[in-house]
């Protein structure tokens, strides 16, 4: 829809240099991600 002009504003869009050729990211960041692994203890196969 953004694409299209139906929409203007569209939230929570990761920036890839593929989306960037189609549509303007802002300058300024509008939040943050964080991601968390959770292994078994036991797991010896994943380290810091």
Known sequence: M???GQ????S???????RAAD???TSLPMGTES???FIST???QITF
């Open 7 to 10: 929409i203007d504003v569209l």
């Open 12 to 18: 929570d869009v990761s920036y890839t240099p593929e």
């Open 2 to 4: 953004l694409k299209n």
């Open 23 to 25: 549509i303007l990211y």
């Open 35 to 37: 991601y968390y692994i």
């Open 42 to 44: 036991n797991n010896e």
